[in-house]
Nanobody, 124 residues
Framework: QVNLVESGGGLVQAGGSLRLSCAASGRTFSSVTMGWFRQAPGKEREFVAG????????SYADSVKGRFTISRDNAKNTVDLQMNSLKPDDTALYYC?????????????????WGQGTQVTVSA
């Protein structure tokens, strides 16, 4: 079992940057593929980015490619999401999640642990 706590959300103007962090508990964190998802009001939860346990493989949604970067520090049990060139459409509640899949997957149903979420609001 892994417990996840997100931090780093806030209000930022369009074009600005934020860095989200997800702190995880659990001794086997380095073997767990992690993902970031987001959910805007009235919309379904969507995949944003993912990273494999060792950090060698990452994947991004087309909407964030070139602007967002996912990384992890297994010594600190953290997964970060650096978000640059933010747009109002990026406004959402952002969640980190853990999956037993050995590869990054965009299917939220395959993630077994979720954090509470951190709010990101981008003003025009």
């Amino acid at each position: 079992q892994v417990n996840l706590v997100e931090s780093g959300g806030g209000l930022v103007q369009a074009g600005g940057s934020l860095r989200l962090s997800c702190a995880a508990s659990g001794r086997t964190f380095s073997s767990v593929t992690m993902g970031w998802f987001r959910q805007a009001p009235g919309k379904e939860r969507e995949f944003v980015a993912g990273i494999t346990g060792g950090g060698s493989s990452t994947s991004y949604a087309d909407s964030v490619k070139g602007r967002f970067t996912i990384s992890r520090d297994n010594a600190k049990n953290t997964v970060d999401l650096q978000m640059n060139s933010l747009k109002p459409d990026d406004t959402a509640l952002y969640y980190c999640a853990a999956t037993r899949s050995l590869i990054v997957t965009a299917y939220s149903s395959l993630y077994y642990a979720w954090g509470q979420g951190t709010q990101v609001t981008v003003s025009a």
